[in-house]
């Protein structure tokens, strides 16, 4: 049974540093294209950054230039490098397959940018 856990959410102020991390049990991701996704009260799960099987790197405009998202396919594991975050940054986070068929998704980790 396929399972994807994220961890590393948490309060943070303005411009300090934070890394997600997701694990995906159950199954090999290796050959598939990942990505993290974040969904803020009220509003639909959008995708962050996207990351290819060989490692091609994709962002959304809003945080290009200051996530970084990486993979270790041989512990079937994802980041997401969180550089100088903003209070709209604030929303819970998962991660999962870049495009459908996507794992079951997870409970997600929550980020919350705060002074």
């Known amino acids: 049974q396929v399972q994807v856990v994220e961890s590393g959410g948490g309060l943070v102020q303005p411009g300090e540093s934070l890394r997600l991390s997701c694990v995906v049990s159950g199954t090999s991701f290796s050959g598939r294209h990942m990505g993290w996704f974040r969904q803020a009260p009220g509003n639909q799960r959008e995708s962050v950054a996207r990351?290819?099987?060989?490692?091609?790197?994709a962002y959304a405009d809003s945080v290009a230039g200051r996530f970084t998202i990486s993979r270790d396919n041989t512990r079937n594991m994802i980041w997401l490098q969180m550089n100088s975050p903003k209070s709209e940054d604030t929303a819970v986070y998962y991660c999962?397959?870049?495009?459908?068929?996507?794992?079951?998704w997870g409970q997600g980790t929550q980020v919350t940018v705060s002074s």
């Open positions: 990351i290819t099987h060989t490692g091609a790197t």
């Open positions: 999962n397959t870049a495009v459908e068929p996507h794992f079951p």
